[in-house]
């Protein structure tokens, strides 16, 4: 169980670790800065949700914790955990195909609606952690 006590933090390659499924009631961590960006995360049981300057990021129903997150206009990859199946939503750029990959295995493309959402579940075991990898086509 990888969850991050503080909330959220930079790692040393750069990436950054966010989310504690663990809590019972909700916690918020705001004007976080890493890499000249301001995030603000909100975490607890029932969800997990990041902002990067005040734009939507990640969100997952329930929580979950996330580690070493890396985005770049390509796509984004990721690790993440909880103690249950998830759902989990991804600002990313509008109306664009995707290539989605969960546990290194493709689950096919999918592309973002108007707003830049794209949605997926992730089947997750709180002891193992699950590499999602998203890339734009």
């Given at each position: 169980m990888a969850v991050v006590a503080e909330l959220i933090r930079s790692e040393a390659n750069g990436t950054i670790s966010f989310g504690d499924y663990t809590l019972g009631a909700k916690s918020k961590l705001d004007n976080f800065e890493h890499a000249g960006d301001l995030y603000k995360v909100k975490t607890f049981r029932e969800i997990t949700k990041l902002e990067r300057n005040g734009m939507f990021v990640y969100e997952s129903v329930p929580g979950t914790a996330v580690t070493n997150m890396a985005a770049s206009e390509n796509g984004v990859e990721f690790e993440?955990?909880?103690p249950e199946d998830a759902e989990?939503?991804?600002g990313l750029m509008e109306e664009t195909e995707y290539d989605v990959f969960v546990a290194g295995k493709s689950i096919g493309q999918?592309?973002?609606n108007l707003g830049g959402k794209l949605t997926l579940s992730v089947e997750l075991d709180?002891?193992?952690p699950v590499a999602v990898k998203v890339s734009r086509v």
């Open positions: 993440v955990e909880g989990i939503t991804l999918m592309k973002t709180p002891e193992t």
